[in-house]
């Protein structure tokens, strides 16, 4: 476990390709998609806090804090960074790991890899990368496909962030580049370990996914 890093998993989108539903709390192998992320996280940090908007009761039977964005229009996955950098600041941390909560197979070794890639910064910050062909993900100037809602983020830049996206920005990398942001490269083995579950269908081969991990 990283002992001075926190984890937040970001949930505050609207699921609008899911017919608007949390996706958080959709059924994946008898468990929510959010008890998945939350067993693979819980191992890499310290603490977690979960970004959602709206009611924060539907999520009390997992006993985390819920953190909402403070910006509103949902401007994407950026605010919920903020959210949870303003969280973090206040238990003293430095930086924190976010996943996506409708990812369920990412790396058990996310935190570690993301840190290793930091040396030398100033300020850790560094988002997750795979090699492949880009579809709906874009490919940097490296070649690599990045994947932005997981990423290492430091606390110190959080008033930075807040007033980038008080400007209106909502790409990640269009702050990320900016402040030095790396990749840290992870390997794709019999599939995309930062799979998304966006549809119906993605639903269903994460299922299949699920019982083909088991074996």
């Not at 807040?162 to 990640?172: E, I, M, N, S, Y």
Request: proline share 6%; aromatic share 6%; charged share 20%.
């Amino acid at each position: 476990m990283t002992d001075h890093i926190l984890g937040v998993i970001l949930a505050g989108g609207q699921g609008t390709r899911m017919g608007g539903c949390d996706k958080a709390l959709l059924q994946l192998g008898g468990q929510t998609l959010l008890s998945h992320v939350i067993t693979r996280l819980r191992p890499q940090v310290a603490e977690i806090a979960l970004n959602a908007n709206g009611d924060a009761a539907r999520f009390a039977d997992f006993g985390l804090p819920v953190v909402a964005d403070s910006i509103a229009g949902h401007p994407g996955p950026l605010a919920g960074v903020l959210a949870g950098l303003d969280w973090a600041a206040g238990q003293g941390a430095q930086a924190i790991i976010t996943v996506a909560a409708d990812t369920p197979f990412f790396p058990n070794d996310l935190a570690a890899h993301l840190l290793e890639a930091s040396h030398g910064q100033e300020h850790p910050l560094v988002l997750a990368a795979t090699k492949g062909e880009a579809q709906t993900k874009s490919k940097s100037k490296s070649g690599l496909i990045r994947h932005p809602t997981f990423g290492l983020w430091p606390v110190a830049l959080r008033d930075d962030l807040r007033a980038a996206l008080g400007g209106g920005l909502k790409k990640v990398v269009l702050w990320s580049d900016p402040h030095g942001g790396r990749e840290a490269l992870f390997p794709v083995g019999d599939f995309d370990p930062f799979f998304n579950i966006n549809t119906p269908e993605d639903l269903t081969r994460a299922d299949a996914l699920l019982q083909q991990e088991a074996t």
